[in-house]
Nanobody, 114 residues
Framework: QVQLVESGGGLVQPGGSLRLSCAAS????????MSWYRQASGKERELVAR????????NYADSVKGRFTISRDNAKNTLYLQMNSLKPEDTAVYYC???????WGQGTQVTVSS
């Protein structure tokens, strides 16, 4: 069965960095476009970044451009999100998503606070 398991979340101070990982199984990861979404408390889930199946193309929400980098290792069936210069407004649950057919991971909490 399809599984997406996120890890790497935690508590970090403003200006700090975290790297999220999403381990995929149960499907051909190298054929799937993937995304990271986030949902802050009381807000709608929003797209953070998307990457094509080969990793040749990426796009980002304006709020994270220049600070976050999405990448993937198809040999390891793993999706990454490198987050630098973190701000309190980046606090949210971060979700890994297979674009189509849509499938979500369980999420990992990121809290940016001093």
């Amino acid at each position: 069965q399809v599984q997406l398991v996120e890890s790497g979340g935690g508590l970090v101070q403003p200006g700090g960095s975290l790297r999220l990982s999403c381990a995929a199984s149960g499907f051909t990861f190298s054929s799937a476009a993937m995304s990271w979404y986030r949902q802050a408390s009381g807000k709608e889930r929003e797209l953070v970044a998307r990457i094509t199946s080969t990793g040749s193309s990426t796009n980002y929400a304006d709020s994270v451009k220049g600070r976050f980098t999405i990448s993937r290792d198809n040999a390891k069936n793993t999706l990454y999100l490198q987050m630098n210069s973190l701000k309190p407004e980046d606090t949210a649950v971060y979700y890994c998503q297979r674009n189509w057919p849509t499938y979500w991971g369980q999420g990992t909490q990121v809290t940016v606070s001093s």
